[in-house]
């Protein structure tokens, strides 16, 4: 059964959403910078093009080419202007959208359906997350256009609008919920953006 990757698995929306389809008996590989304990996890740095493409390499020969991709991986940091350099804007792009970029490059072609989901978040502008504004702008203007190059896949963005923590209306497992809806709705009905 083809199964999951999830690429930033950190123990909030990655580890729930892998769990969510762990559920529903597929199999879950995990990509993180750090390996976890109790699913197959295989390390990468997102901003490191070859390493992460490694990392999907090694999925796909343990579980065979995905169903479902779900990109995670963020840098969160408070920043702006006077507190940023151009060369951690840059870093921080990497992350947040570089490698979603690299993901959707190396596996989309080779999907023959399924989804290619990315976290987002920021649906406006905020004063004092400057890097993060900016990457989750350029995410959705990515998932707008992978959605047009790859349209045999369900390309789209979940946008986060607030902090994640257990027991609010962003509870992880929550948020989880609407990876799965948006992996099983019927291709008449794909949305491109959910905003939760």
């Not at 109790?38 to 796909?60: I, K, N, P, S």
């Not at 343990?62 to 006077?82: C, E, R, S, T, W």
């Not at 962003?170 to 905003?195: F, G, N, V």
């Amino acid at each position: 059964m083809p199964g999951i990757v999830v690429i930033g698995a950190g123990p909030g929306v990655g580890r729930a959403v892998a769990a969510r389809f762990a559920k529903e008996g597929m199999p879950v590989a995990l990509i993180a910078r750090t390996p976890k304990k109790d699913a197959v996890t295989f390390t990468a740095d997102v901003a490191d093009v070859h390493g992460l493409e490694r990392a999907l390499d090694q999925a796909v020969d343990a579980h065979g080419i995905p169903d479902v991709v779900v990109y995670n991986a963020a840098v969160i940091q408070p920043d702006g202007p006077a507190t940023i350099t151009a060369d951690e804007l840059t870093r921080t792009f990497q992350v947040n959208v570089g490698g979603a970029f690299t993901a959707a490059a190396h596996l989309a072609p080779r999907m023959k359906n399924g989804s290619f989901l990315l976290t987002g978040g920021m649906p406006h502008p905020v004063k004092g997350y400057l890097s993060l504004s900016i990457g989750k702008g350029a995410l959705r203007t990515l998932t707008t256009l992978l959605a047009e190059e790859y349209d045999h896949l369900h390309v789209a963005t979940i946008t986060i609008g607030g902090d994640v923590v257990k027991g609010t209306k962003y509870d992880p497992d929550a948020i989880a919920e609407h990876y799965w809806q948006l992996h099983t709705q019927p291709k008449h009905q794909w949305e491109r953006e959910r905003t939760l």
